[in-house]
């Protein structure tokens, strides 16, 4: 089993796409709210026409994309001063743009070309709250806060607003793409929005005044990697060509069409591109939940989610099989393997992809394997260690006796009658791995978590479900499959005895 999994293996690592490190690629980030991915789709299109671009899109938070900037797995993503300069730089007031350049150069990093708007952080009630500003919230200890946990962790955010107003609130962790659902339905009082948001006026909310002026002005910038001007001139020059050209009107036409419409995120960068963004159209047709599903690049999503968990068990087999088989011969490493095994498992996922990125230099799919991978070896360990236990010790005892190896014995006797318990390891670690899969679309790995990502972020259930549907039935498929597997080698281990 060990032997064909690593032949397998090394036949599907050659079908991996080479991660690209081609210089006349730019690569141009996004996080994961959707005035980003748009930003990220003006900043991929504009520089198209004179150097190869493409788009990482929906890279988490700002540690994971600041990561992915640093290793050199994206060249340039948008940005906004206050970010940079309180939460990258961790400054404890506002600075000015030439300090935050003289910062951010020994990190090989540079920023630059506003684009032309601001969109800063506010906190924002129901318009029937009875507040209006943020020295009122502090006298109102039962107002439930629903905050972006982005937001609860920043330096800019919560931590230093809640100092500043002295609020007396515990806020709750709440995805943003979701928080005007909650905050319409009067599961939370407060939430935090952008001032770019186009649900501000469609929920009909009041931003509440900043009256202690916390908050620093949010101008949109590119942050991008020093050496970007130098190897891609024409690119560079193409970006340059965007400063002051995004009004605010602009962006928050553009966010509607996005949130509002439910339009493509590259459609509406190129309408933009084409001077007919704040064009009105007399209707919007909308696809509904079937052609989200097995339309806008099924099979390509579908091809990278089985890749990734393909890869991912085979890595989990070749390191857990063996690791398995020392806990059962040696009982003194047994409890160590477990434990380590067992502890990889509990590392939160986006914790996880955080760490990675830096240390291995890159963002998409080997990092998402390698997390994959340690989410898988804790069945795999665990179930061939039991299988192996399992066996009879009069069987092991005559293979030896008719003169095989202890080696032989092993892999000729009790692996294979170890054979239906390792695979229902396999089998736990296959369908967990279709679900956790997902999580590398936060990395730029593909898979049906992308669709996921693009529902969180522009609350839209339909295409919440096109990513969620498929990979449960993936999830399903996988169980039957091993299933029948392991029914077929539990009666050949039957008939072998």
């Not at 997390?371 to 898988?376: G, H």
Request: glycine share 10%; aromatic share 6%.
């Amino acid at each position: 089993m060990l032997r064909l999994a690593l032949l397998a293996l090394a036949w599907i690592l050659c079908l991996l796409p080479a991660a690209s490190r081609a210089e006349d690629v730019l690569k141009v980030g996004s996080k994961r709210f959707t005035e980003s991915y748009i930003l990220g789709e003006i900043l991929t299109q504009t520089a198209a026409p004179v150097a190869k671009a493409e788009h990482r899109q929906g890279l988490g938070n700002t540690a994971i994309v600041l990561s992915a900037l640093q290793s050199g797995a994206i060249d340039v993503y948008p940005e906004y001063l206050g970010t940079i300069d309180l939460e990258i730089l961790k400054n404890p007031n506002p600075t000015s743009l030439e300090a935050m350049r003289e910062q951010l150069r020994p990190l090989g990093l540079g920023v630059g070309v506003p684009l032309g708007f601001s969109n800063g952080y506010a906190l924002a009630t129901r318009g029937d709250s009875g507040i209006t500003t943020l020295s009122e919230l502090a006298r109102k200890p039962a107002f439930k806060l629903g905050l972006s946990h982005e937001f609860i962790g920043r330096g800019d955010g919560w931590p230093g607003l809640a100092a500043r107003y002295g609020l007396p609130q515990t806020p709750r962790g709440i995805d943003h793409g979701i928080a005007y659902e909650a905050l319409q339905q009067k599961q939370v009082d407060v939430i935090d929005i952008y001032s770019t948001d186009a649900k501000i006026r469609q929920y009909g909310l009041r931003v509440l005044d900043d009256d202690k002026h916390y908050f620093p002005r949010y101008d949109a910038v590119l942050l991008y990697r020093l050496d970007l001007p130098q190897r891609m001139p024409a690119a560079w020059r193409a970006l340059q060509g965007l400063e002051g050209r995004i009004g605010a009107d602009a962006m928050i036409a553009m966010n509607a069409q996005a949130e509002l419409d439910r339009r493509p995120f590259a459609e509406i960068a190129r309408e933009w591109l084409a001077g007919s963004a704040d064009r009105k159209t007399s209707k919007v047709t909308r696809d509904g939940l079937l052609t989200k599903t097995f339309g806008n690049g099924f099979r390509q999503l579908a091809a990278q989610h089985v890749l990734l968990v393909l890869v991912a068990v085979l890595l989990g087999c070749v390191a857990g099989i063996p690791l398995g088989v020392l806990a059962a011969l040696a009982p003194r490493l047994r409890q160590p393997v477990l434990a380590v095994a067992g502890t990889l498992q509990t590392v939160p996922s986006l914790a996880l992809l955080a760490i990675l990125i830096p240390l291995l230099g890159r963002i998409g799919m080997v990092p998402a394997l390698v997390a994959l991978c340690a989410y898988a070896l804790l069945p795999i360990v665990r179930n061939t260690c039991t299988g192996l236990l399992q066996v009879p010790a009069g069987l092991r005892n005559a293979a030896l006796a008719l003169g095989l190896s202890r080696r032989q014995a092993l892999l000729k006797v009790e692996l294979p009658l170890a054979a239906p318990v390792i695979l229902a390891g396999v089998k736990t670690a296959a369908v967990m791995s279709v679900g956790t899969a997902t999580i590398a679309a936060f990395i730029g790995a593909g898979g049906f978590g992308e669709r996921i990502t693009t529902g969180l972020a522009l609350n839209d259930n339909d295409m919440l479900l096109a990513g969620a549907i498929p990979a449960a039935l993936l999830a399903l498929l996988t169980q039957a499959g091993f299933e029948f597997a392991e029914r077929f080698l539990t009666r050949r281990s039957e008939r072998s005895q």
